[in-house]
Structure formats: structure tokens, C-alpha cells
């Protein structure tokens, strides 16, 4: 269960992060019901060591460090001569976690000090989440949350993107949404819901397939039908997205991308790596203006 972002033991008792459970909102929009159903089914089998969600797991690695690294790209605040703030660290911000699955991500996210609202649209994906993370030692009583409020704290909430944007509006400073865009039925319209929780000056993180024959080579017919790394019907080819269109759907919702960086997963050892090319995996960073810079 481990990960970049370390175990929660390593955490004092009085900042140990503070987790929720709640179910509310609807399925509709870009919510595929067939792709809901498949992932709702994994069950436990999110949490296997050796499971078709093992390089999820090994995944956070890369992830958490990227996501840490575009901190000095946000503009969430500004000095008194009116100049952005360059922040160090993520560590303390708000972050949504959209289609968390089994809360594989989501965890890591609380383990690095973020404050994490976890959603999505499998309430199966919600109750495994809420029960590893009450295993793994995440759970707290709010009265520990408050003594801890440098540490994290984490809610999962079964419900979609543009239920919450409904609720909260832009309510948060980072948005993240890891291998989800190649599952969903609409991806302008999920790029938009997105955009829509994010506050002026906030960040957007995106992890995704490319759509490619090599992309098509390695994680259908290598990954599903060979290799057996992950379940045969997994991924559609057809709704994977490239660098290019996913940059321009965020520079249509007034986005504008920071970084792009490709990975390469190596199923032998379980190890993801950076790598220059993104015709496979990818993950893309994008700001949203903040009210300064819209205004000037």
C-alpha cells in the first residue's frame, strides 16, 4: 500500500488524516452507465497487490511527483506589490479527485497534506474506498482532524463532476482526473465540468492514453490480451484522447498547459518511468487564469 507519499504510520496520532463517506449526487452527463458498472465490479480487487490494479498503485509514484512539482505554476494568492506567489509545495490545498475508482490516488493525495474530496460514479468504487482507508489507518475522529490541521483529510462523495461543480462551484485548487478521460462518453463536455471546479489560478491535472497504434499494441493487446495485466474489455481504443485534442479542449475553457510528459510502465519490475514520448501514456498540467490576469 505504499507509495512516494509514505504510510500513514509514519504520521503522529494528532495528524493522522481525517476521512468521510458521503453519498449524494447524480450519474448523467459524461457518465458512461457500461463503464460505471465494469469498474463498480472490481470490488476488492482495487486493492491486490497483484491485481489487475497493480500499476495504478506503482503509478502514484510518478504521479504525486509531477502533481508536487507544478506548484510553482499556481497563482492561488499574491504579495503586496500584487505579484503571484510562487508556492513550493502542493501541501495544505484543496484537490478533487474526480473518478477516484478504489481511492488509490486519493490516498497518497491525503498523505501528501492535501484536503481531498473524492468522487465518483460507482457507489461500489465509494464503499471499497471508504473501508481500505478506514484498514489502512486513515480514519480519524474530527476532533484529531481539527488538533492535525497541517495533515490531510479526505471525504469521498459518490457522485459526478457536474453535480459538485453545482454544490461548491469553483471550490477547489487543484482538480486531478488519473485514467478516468478515456472511459467517459463526452470528452469536451468532461473537460468543461472539470474546469468548473477549479478556482482562478488553480491547476488541473490529467492522466491519460494517447490514441495511437502503439498505444492500441501495448495496453489492449499487450496489457489485456497477452500479458493479462488488466481484464480483457478494459480500455476502448476509440475513446482515447491525444495530447493535442486535450490541450485544446482546455485552451477552449480558457485553460492554458504548463506540461506534458509522457510515461512508460515496465510490467516486469511494476515500475512507471518519465519518459519523452506521450504516443502511450501521458500526463498534462494546465492553469486557469487567476482574476488578475483575466482582468489585465
Known amino acids: 500500500r505504499g507509495g512516494i507519499c509514505g504510510e500513514p504510520s509514519s504520521l503522529p496520532s494528532n495528524r493522522r488524516p481525517f476521512v468521510r463517506w458521503h453519498m449524494g449526487g447524480s450519474a448523467e452527463g459524461t457518465v458512461d452507465a457500461d463503464e460505471v458498472h465494469k469498474f463498480g465490479a472490481f470490488g476488492s480487487d ?82 471499497v474506498a471508504t473501508r481500505h482507508a478506514t484498514e489502512a489507518g486513515l480514519l480519524a475522529s474530527q476532533a484529531e482532524s481539527q488538533q492535525g490541521a497541517s495533515g490531510g483529510s479526505l471525504t469521498f462523495r459518490h457522485m459526478t463532476a457536474d453535480a459538485l461543480a453545482s454544490e461548491v462551484g469553483e471550490g477547489f485548487d487543484l482538480v486531478v482526473c488519473s485514467e478516468v478521460m478515456e472511459h467517459v462518453s463526452d470528452v469536451p463536455l468532461m473537460v468543461r465540468h472539470l474546469v468548473s471546479l477549479l478556482r482562478p489560478g488553480g491547476g488541473l491535472l490529467v492522466t491519460t492514453l494517447n490514441r495511437t497504434q502503439l498505444s492500441y499494441a501495448l495496453s489492449i493487446v499487450a496489457a489485456e490480451r497477452i500479458l493479462k495485466l488488466v481484464p480483457d474489455g478494459t480500455h476502448d481504443w476509440s475513446k482515447y484522447i491525444t495530447p493535442d485534442e486535450l490541450r485544446n479542449h482546455m485552451a477552449e475553457n480558457g485553460l492554458e498547459t504548463k506540461r506534458l510528459i509522457g510515461a512508460a510502465y515496465n510490467g516486469i519490475s511494476d515500475e512507471w518511468y518519465v519518459v519523452p514520448e506521450t504516443s502511450v501514456n501521458y500526463l498534462m498540467f494546465a492553469t486557469k487564469p487567476s482574476k488578475t490576469d483575466a482582468q489585465g
Not at 477516484?100 to 461500489?124: K, N, Q, W, Y
Open 46 to 127: 482495487w486493492w491486490e497487490p497483484n491485481g489487475p490494479m497493480k500499476p495504478l498503485h506503482s503509478y502514484n509514484k510518478v504521479r504525486c511527483s509531477f502533481l508536487n512539482g507544478m506548484a510553482q505554476h499556481l497563482s492561488l494568492s499574491r504579495d503586496a506589490q500584487g505579484q503571484p506567489e510562487r508556492l513550493k509545495s502542493i501541501k495544505g490545498l484543496k484537490v478533487v479527485d474526480v473518478g477516484c475508482g478504489g481511492g488509490i490516488f486519493s490516498e497518497e493525495l491525503c498523505r501528501m497534506g492535501l484536503h481531498v474530496t473524492a468522487i465518483d460514479a460507482a457507489p461500489e468504487n465509494i464503499a
